[in-house]
């Protein structure tokens, strides 16, 4: 079975704090993404990683960055945590889609979640 | 640029009722794919489906059956003779085709419907 584990479910910090969210997956897939989800907006692409030590942009990169050094572990980092990025965190990963024709076409797996909550 | 909505923000029905979730989107890509998912309490999202925009076949897996209408860009997932357990949050997403190497795009969700199924 597909595994991804996010380290926290709950997790409370201070304003101005550097906050690690990390994503370990055991089943060597290439592909991790993370997104934030928002009661009315859904959840929205913060970052992607289509393999080690490689990083893409999503629609809401803005006070985040992201770290992979290993295969199976993707870390999402904010920089100076604002309360405005009180949110619900999900981790995903994918095998990959070398066959370019037909991208998008594994699905993602998702992690439990982490409620992160900025004070 | 890729959207999905999700008209629907709560449904509820009584148990046994049959139940449809609406999903419409827009993609200028000729080769996308759609996907469901359920989001329970607990939090996780859980993969149910994906459908390739070549293949229009609809598909019934148990009491779930899924509707893809090319023409009118809708995806709409049914629940027959819905149970207490199928209480959710379900989110329809875009995945476009891309040639961009590895293929790492993102998923494009919809805001969500909060299914609730009442004993």
């Known amino acids: 079975d597909v595994k991804v584990t996010q380290s926290s479910r709950y997790l409370v910090k201070r304003t101005g704090e550097k906050v690690f969210l990390e994503c370990v997956q055991d089943?060597?897939?290439?592909?991790m993404f993370w997104y934030r989800q928002d009661p009315g907006l859904g959840l929205r692409l913060i970052y992607f990683?289509?393999?080690?030590?490689?990083?893409e942009k999503g629609d809401i990169p803005e006070g985040y960055s992201v770290s992979r050094e290993k295969k199976e572990r993707f870390s999402l980092i904010l920089e100076s945590a604002s309360t405005n990025q009180t949110s619900m965190y999900l981790c995903?990963?994918?095998?990959?889609?070398?066959?370019?024709?037909?991208?998008?076409?594994?699905?993602?797996?998702f992690g439990d979640g982490t409620r992160l909550s900025i004070l | 640029a890729q959207k999905v909505t999700q008209a629907q923000t709560e449904i509820s029905v009584v148990e046994k009722e049959d139940v449809t979730l609406d999903c419409v989107y827009e993609?200028?890509?000729?080769?996308?794919?759609l996907f469901w998912y359920k989001q329970p309490p607990s939090g996780e999202l859980v993969f149910l489906i994906r459908?390739?925009?070549?293949?229009?076949q609809n598909e019934i897996s148990g009491r779930y059956s899924w509707n893809f209408q090319k023409s009118t860009s809708s995806f709409n997932f049914t629940i027959t003779a819905s149970q207490v357990v199928d209480s959710a949050v379900y989110f329809c997403?875009?995945?476009?085709?891309?040639?961009?190497?590895?293929?790492?795009?993102?998923?494009?969700f919809g805001k969500g419907t909060h299914l609730i199924i009442q004993p």
């Open positions: 995903a990963s994918r095998l990959p889609l070398w066959d370019h024709k037909t991208p998008g076409r594994q699905p993602q797996h």
């Open positions: 089943m060597d897939h290439e592909n």
């Open positions: 990683s289509y393999d080690v030590k490689m990083k």
């Open positions: 993609t200028r890509d000729t080769t996308y794919y």
């Open positions: 459908r390739n925009s070549f293949d229009e």
């Open positions: 997403a875009l995945s476009e085709a891309r040639d961009s190497g590895g293929g790492a795009d993102g998923l494009t």
